[in-house]
T-cell receptor, first 112, second 113 residues
Framework: SQKIEQNSEALNIQEGKTATLTCNYT??????LQWYRQDPGRGPVFLLL?????KEKRKERLKVTFDTTLKQSLFHITASQPADSATYLC???????????FGGGTRLMVKP | DTAVSQTPKYLVTQMGNDKSIKCEQN?????MYWYKQDSKKFLKIMFS???????INETVPNRFSPKSPDKAHLNLHINSLELGDSAVYFC????????????FGPGTRLLVL
């Protein structure tokens, strides 16, 4: 069966360090992989999109990698800040269609 | 300047009732969606809809039906509410529905008693 797995345990890191979150998937051939941020009581907010033919994407302090051989995406936040504390969701689109399938999310806590 | 808005924000109702949640987007997008986020925080697609096509997640009970009066609105109607329908429902929209960024509303917290 198709699965998207993110570490369900919270990730606690110190301010200034790099946070690395993992998204693994099985039985998918995603055309796109996206990362979203969700704060408590709010809807998800888009951060980055990476296509199957792209290895890496950057935006300010954020970096996403996409390894279709390992079936894995890594999401990095450099120089992390307490304001980065949130739940981060990865989402896949299986083909050029529009149905996003989300992982369960990883909660990030950045301590000052 | 809210991009995707939903009403109501909170909805408390009794089992067996019929209720609707409204969604509006002012982004000029062609495609709109409904998601359900359960108590374990899993976000699951329910429907994808543009003016040409409705795609239904096969796991969604037929008590749930999307209704779109125009391109900017996609309402969710739920018949015969059950306890298990309690969740947060998110509306979202995207430009063309081809895997691009989706913009989410603030969510509607539904509690069925």
């Amino acid at each position: 069966s198709q699965k998207i797995e993110q570490n369900s345990e919270a990730l606690n890191i110190q301010e200034g360090k790099t946070a690395t979150l993992t998204c693994n998937y099985t039985n998918y051939s995603p055309a796109y992989l996206q990362w979203y941020r969700q704060d408590p009581g709010r809807g998800p907010v888009f951060l980055l999109l990476i296509r199957e033919n792209e290895k890496e994407k950057r935006k300010e302090r954020l970096k996403v990698t996409f390894d279709t051989t390992l079936k894995q995406s890594l999401f990095h936040i450099t120089a992390s800040q307490p304001a980065d504390s949130a739940t981060y969701l990865c989402a896949l689109t299986k083909d050029a269609g529009n149905m996003l399938t989300f992982g369960g999310g990883t909660r990030l806590m950045v301590k000052p | 300047d809210t991009a995707v808005s939903q009403t109501p924000k909170y909805l408390v109702t009794q089992m067996g009732n019929d209720k609707s949640i409204k969604c509006e987007q002012n982004l000029g997008h062609d495609t709109m969606y409904w998601y359900k986020q359960d108590s374990k925080k899993f976000l699951k697609i329910m429907f994808s809809y543009n003016n040409k096509e409705l795609i239904i997640n096969e796991t969604v009970p037929n008590r749930f039906s999307p209704k779109s009066p125009d391109k900017a609105h996609l309402n969710l109607h739920i018949n015969s509410l059950e306890l298990g329908d309690s969740a947060v429902y998110f509306c979202a929209s995207s430009y063309s529905g081809r895997g691009e960024t989706q913009y989410f509303g603030p969510g509607t917290r539904l509690l069925v008693l």
